[in-house]
Every structure is written in structure tokens, then in C-alpha cells.
């Protein structure tokens, strides 16, 4: 058995409201990942999701439990573990293609290379014909497929993703999928992936983790064991939907 | 119609808009002039109008209007500029450091209440009448009449003015950051002097642009109370107070047009800029 990139250990999160409020986003949660893995996290809204990619990237601070890559404990942000928000996050004053290209000029390759590597990326998600535009002049999904690029093009080997493709529409969406999976074959990434589409876990996923909610935690480790490419009209496709449905319905009742 | 012709008859249509409420206001003068017809009262527009179209004239024996709009441009920059550079980094640093803020935040807030005039006896017995010729030793020449004519307490009081519409809009603007833009770039790898040249900056620059205007608008209102104090023998502000003490209210109205179009201008020309170099915000969604 290899080493996990990334473990998390019983990791639990308190936040305190300024009311003097506890809110228990996250308890007791313990999940492995292994190089090359796609994760997929599933589970009702605000259930932690977004506040345990934040842990990982280092961006949040753990209240109890470890969360360590590579054997060492994550405590601030670096460029091996990249992320795309779940909000819009791309720089308003710089055109696409400096947004792109902004991790590499944190780490201080020259011009040419930037925008070699900016244009590369834009390609992939088909935006090459926006590189001199503004990010307002562009819709929200394509403004999401800017932020997809500009983490790719820092080139981390772990990528967390938060709803990534939940502004695009369903045939942007699956085409975004498709190429998602390919970068993920071609570059040997690891990927952490969170989405609101049970069928777009299934479509994408290894291992997809049902989070239950209130406080978050792992309620369900599913494997996705099905051929890539893989074919929605699959009646396995079918089952694993209806089953993981089943247990987010439990989910979203038990908190009303 | 011809794109250019419509587009022509639109501007042409704007400005006449604009020119209406001026134009009510100087018939309105006209009449009352004319009724009153007593120019240390109310002189008419023609008057001042005479006196505005031949601006390098010298006046009532004090230089024309020109040059003292020119030295009192001077005393405003330099109490500006002096501003801006004080405020500007404090505001960054006050606005991105929770430390920072608190330390200063409460000691800068007891002056701020305190109106720029209010400083005046003070600022006197500090500064008297030394100047920025006596700060640089400077003792003839040209460079000395300009020099001279920026005395500190003027300086100081225009400094006052300005500061605290910079400072509040740099602390804001720094503020008000939206955190993803910073998150996502530390994830970006980083280190905290992007952070703060390429994200945080770039990111206040209009708000600081912004209240960078508000303070030149100030620092010019706060002209005529620092032209008022003693040592002072020229700029505009004190050209309309001089020309009270001999009953040329023409003068004085000129005077006073000339801040306000002077003013104006110096607004108009930063929202120029402002209106070209952050378009992203206007736009932004
Ligand atoms: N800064 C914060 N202060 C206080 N509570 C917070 C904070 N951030 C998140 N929370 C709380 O933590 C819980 C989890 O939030 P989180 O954003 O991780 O949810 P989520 O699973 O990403 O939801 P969604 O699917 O809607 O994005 C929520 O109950 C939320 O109210
Ligand atoms: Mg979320």
C-alpha cells in the first residue's frame, strides 16, 4: 500500500460567531488520499465542504485533529495544493491571460514563459480568444473556466476544487468534465472535487465521499468502480445515483 | 441620420442642458445688479466678467489673478502632497494589520473632529511666519520669493485638510478587499509582499484614488482660512480678503470664481483619470 499524499486525522472545526456562538462545521473526520486519486465530496449545503478544502490548502486552521501532504502537517498555503474557489476570485484589474499567469509570476518566471504556459492553459478551456479581455466582460462559467486554468497552470500536484462547474450549463458542464478527466490522466494529478451533482460525482469520481451534515463528517465511502470513459446510460450509473440520492435525502431531513 | 451628426446632436443637446441653471443664474445677478445698483453690494456680471477675461492684469496693486492662483497652488500642493504621503501608508498598513489599526486608530480619530481652522492660533505660535525658504536656507532669488510665499502654518493647515479623507480611504479601501481575491492568490503561492503590491494595493487603488480627490478638494477649500493668517501677502485667498478690506466686492466675486473653476478643474482632470484607469470597477459584478 502506497503512502497517502494527503491524510486527514479526526480532523474537527469550531467556528466562533460574534454573538459568541460555536458553530460545529466539521467533527471527527478521517479520510486518506492517494496520488492520482479523484475524490469527489458530496453532501447538503453547509455542511462543511468548503471549510475542509480551505483546511487542506492551509488557507483555515484546523481546532482539533491533523491534516498533513506528504507526511508533513499543513499549515499555510503553498503551491502544491491549488484550489478553485466556489466563488468568483479572478483579479478584476488584470486581463485573462495575467490572471492565468499569476501564480507563475509569484514564483518569478520570466514574461515569455508566463503567457507560453497562460496560453496553453487558456486553450484548454477554450477561452484563447478572451486572453486580452477583463474579467468583466466575461459570463460567470466562463469566468469559473479562468480560474480552472490559472490553478492548472501553477501546475500543483493536488487540486481542490468547490463546485467548479456549478455556474456552467449542462453541455458546458459535461464538456468541462470530459476535459477535466483528461488533464487529470494526462498530468497524474490528485484531485479533490466538490459538487452539488450526483451525477457529476459519479461521472467523475474513484471514490465518492457522502458528507452528512450538522456537524460534517464522513457518512459514506463509495468506490466508483465503473470503466472510464463512463456511459450515464450505464443501469450501474443508474443504481449508484439513486442510492447516493437516497442518502443525501436522509441527510437534508434530519436537519429540519 | 449619420452616426456622427446624432452623436453630435446629443453632445450638443447635453451641453445646452448643462449651460441652463448657469445661464438663469447670471440674468438673475443681472437684474438684481442693476436694481441694487451698488457694485460694493452687487456688481454686475459684466464687472466681474471684465475682470475674468484679462486674468493676467495686475489688481488693486497685488498681482494679477493668475499669478495668485499660481502661488496659492503651490502652498496647496506642497500641503497636499505631504498629505498623501503620510496618509497613504499609513491607511495601507492601517487597514491590513488589525494591530496597526488599533494602535493608531483611536489617537488619529481625536484630531479628526477638529476643524483645520481651529488650528490656527496653535499653528501660528509654532510656525510664526517661517517658510519653506527659511526650512531650506534659501536667502534670494526667484526660488526665494516662491518659497517664501509657502509659509509652514499654511502648509500645515492645508495638510490637516487633506489628511483624513486620504487616510479613511486607504484604511477602507484595503478593508474592503474581498478575502477570496487574497486566498486565492496565497494559494497561488504568494508571499506577503504580492499580497501586498499586487493584490492589495491594485485592489484599493480606486478607493485611494478616490479619496486622494476628496483630499485635493479639501485642501483647496482649507485655502482661504490659510491664506487669512498673518505673513501671508499674496495667493488668491488672500486677494479676496484684501480686496474686502477696500470695497472691491468685483474683485472678490472673480476671486471667488476663480477657486471654483480652478477647483473644478482639478476634480474634473482626477475623475478623468479615475474614469480610465478603473473602468473594472464601474463594471464589475
Ligand atoms: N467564517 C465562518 N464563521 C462562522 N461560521 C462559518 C464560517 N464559515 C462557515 N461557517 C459555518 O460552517 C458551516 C459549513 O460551511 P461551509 O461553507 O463549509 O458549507 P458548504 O458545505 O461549503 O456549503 P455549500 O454547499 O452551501 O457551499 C456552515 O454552517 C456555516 O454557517
Ligand atoms: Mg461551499
Redo the contacts between chains.
Keep these: 500500500m502506497p503512502e497517502p499524499i494527503i491524510t486527514i486525522n479526526q480532523l474537527s472545526k469550531t467556528y466562533h460567531t460574534e454573538r459568541g456562538k460555536e458553530i460545529k462545521a466539521i467533527e471527527n473526520f478521517n479520510l486518506q488520499i492517494y496520488v492520482n486519486n479523484f475524490i469527489c465530496i458530496v453532501g447538503p449545503s453547509g455542511c462543511g465542504k468548503s471549510t475542509l478544502l480551505r483546511i487542506i490548502a492551509g488557507l483555515d486552521s484546523a481546532s482539533s485533529g491533523l491534516v498533513s501532504f506528504q507526511g508533513q502537517p499543513i499549515s499555510k498555503p503553498s503551491r502544491d495544493i491549488g484550489m478553485v474557489f466556489q466563488e468568483y476570485s479572478l483579479l478584476p484589474w488584470l486581463t485573462v491571460i495575467d490572471n492565468v499567469a499569476l501564480g507563475l509570476e509569484f514564483a518569478k518566471q520570466s514574461r515569455s514563459v508566463r503567457l507560453d504556459v497562460a496560453v496553453s492553459f487558456l486553450k484548454m478551456v477554450g477561452l484563447e480568444d478572451y486572453a486580452r479581455a477583463y474579467p468583466y466582460e466575461l459570463s460567470g462559467g466562463m469566468q469559473q473556466r479562468v480560474a480552472i486554468a490559472r490553478a492548472l497552470a501553477n501546475n500543483p500536484q493536488v487540486l481542490l476544487m468547490d463546485e467548479p462547474f456549478g455556474a456552467l450549463d449542462a453541455h458546458t458542464r459535461i464538456l468541462m468534465q470530459k476535459e477535466l478527466l483528461a488533464i487529470w490522466e494526462k498530468n497524474m494529478k490528485t484531485i479533490v472535487f466538490v459538487t452539488h451533482s450526483v451525477d457529476e460525482a459519479i461521472y467523475l469520481a474513484d471514490t465518492i465521499i457522502v458528507m452528512s451534515s450538522h456537524p460534517g463528517g464522513v457518512k459514506e465511502v463509495i468506490k466508483v468502480n465503473m470503466a472510464r470513459p463512463r456511459d450515464r446510460a450505464n443501469p450501474i450509473y443508474g443504481q449508484l445515483a439513486s442510492q447516493i440520492l437516497c442518502m443525501l435525502e436522509e441527510e437534508v431531513t434530519k436537519v429540519k | 441620420m449619420n452616426p456622427w451628426v446624432r452623436l453630435m446632436s446629443k453632445n450638443v443637446a447635453n451641453i445646452c442642458i448643462m449651460l441652463i441653471l448657469p445661464l438663469v443664474f447670471i440674468i438673475i445677478w443681472f437684474y438684481l445688479a442693476k436694481s441694487i445698483d451698488n457694485t460694493v453690494i452687487l456688481p454686475s456680471p459684466a464687472m466681474v466678467l471684465q475682470l475674468l477675461s484679462h486674468p493676467s492684469e495686475n489688481l488693486i496693486s497685488m498681482g494679477s489673478l493668475t499669478n495668485n492662483i499660481f502661488i496659492s497652488l503651490l502652498r496647496v500642493l506642497a500641503g497636499y502632497i505631504l498629505a498623501v504621503m503620510l496618509a497613504i501608508p499609513l491607511g495601507i498598513l492601517m487597514g491590513y494589520y488589525a494591530k496597526i489599526f488599533q494602535l493608531f486608530n483611536t489617537f488619529v480619530g481625536l484630531f479628526r473632529p477638529i476643524p483645520p481652522l481651529a488650528w490656527v492660533p496653535l499653528v501660528l505660535a509654532w510656525f510664526g511666519i517661517s517658510s519653506f525658504a527659511t526650512l531650506t536656507g534659501v536667502e534670494r532669488g526667484i526660488l526665494f520669493i516662491y518659497l517664501n510665499n509657502i509659509k509652514l502654518s499654511m502648509v500645515f493647515i492645508i495638510f490637516i485638510g487633506a489628511f483624513y479623507p486620504v487616510l479613511t480611504s486607504a484604511i477602507y479601501g484595503v478593508k474592503n478587499v474581498k478575502k ?2 487574497i ?9 506577503e509582499s ?1 499580497i501586498f503590491f ?2 492589495l494595493i ?2 484599493a ?1 480606486p478607493s485611494i484614488v478616490n479619496g486622494m480627490r476628496i483630499g485635493l478638494g479639501v485642501a483647496w477649500m482649507c485655502l482661504v482660512s490659510a491664506e487669512m493668517l498673518p505673513g501671508s501677502l499674496s495667493g488668491i485667498g488672500y486677494l479676496i480678503t484684501h480686496a474686502y478690506t477696500i470695497a472691491r466686492t468685483d474683485v472678490v466675486i472673480a476671486g471667488m470664481i476663480s477657486i471654483g473653476v480652478v477647483g473644478a478643474l482639478m476634480d474634473t482632470l482626477f475623475r478623468i483619470f479615475e474614469e480610465k484607469k ?1 473602468k ?2 464601474r ?3
Design positions: 477570496t481575491l486566498d486565492s492568490a496565497r494559494v497561488l503561492g504568494a508571499s504580492d499586487k493584490i491594485p485592489a487603488k478603473f473594472w470597477q463594471l464589475i459584478r
